[in-house]
């Protein structure tokens, strides 16, 4: 069964910094593009941040371009999301996603698995 797992939300103020991680197991994701999207309460998922297969290329949201940046290491099918200089608006359930390809996807639809969420929480 695959799965991805994320872990490392939580509350935090304003300015500060979270990592997030996101493990797959099940099979492995080296040559797939991983993503990381959110969704704040009544608002549509959206895209963050992307990564090609071998790292070598990436993507990132106008929102959080300059403070948050995405890596992965293969060898531990997992996939990063550093998140500094958080702001309130950033508050929403973060989702990783795997998508079938070598390219770098923005678009929700093209990506093939989720996992469950994790909550990441910016106060004032």
């Known amino acids: 069964q695959v799965q991805l797992v994320e872990s490392g939300g939580g509350l935090v103020q304003a300015g500060g910094s979270l990592r997030l991680s996101c493990t797959a197991s099940?099979?492995?994701?080296?040559?797939?593009?991983r993503a990381w999207f959110r969704q704040a309460p009544g608002k549509e998922r959206e895209f963050v941040a992307a990564i090609s297969w071998s790292g070598g290329m990436t993507s990132s949201a106008d929102s959080v371009k300059g403070r948050f940046s995405i890596s992965r290491d293969n060898a531990k099918n997992t996939v990063y999301l550093q998140m500094n200089s958080l702001k309130p608006d950033d508050t929403a359930t973060y989702y990783c996603?795997?998508?079938?390809?070598?390219?770098?996807?923005?678009?929700?639809?093209?990506?093939?698995?989720w996992g469950q969420g994790t909550q990441v929480t910016v106060s004032s």
């Open positions: 099940g099979r492995t994701f080296s040559n797939y593009c």
């Open positions: 996603a795997a998508a079938t390809g070598r390219g770098l996807y923005s678009a929700k639809e093209l990506y093939d698995y």
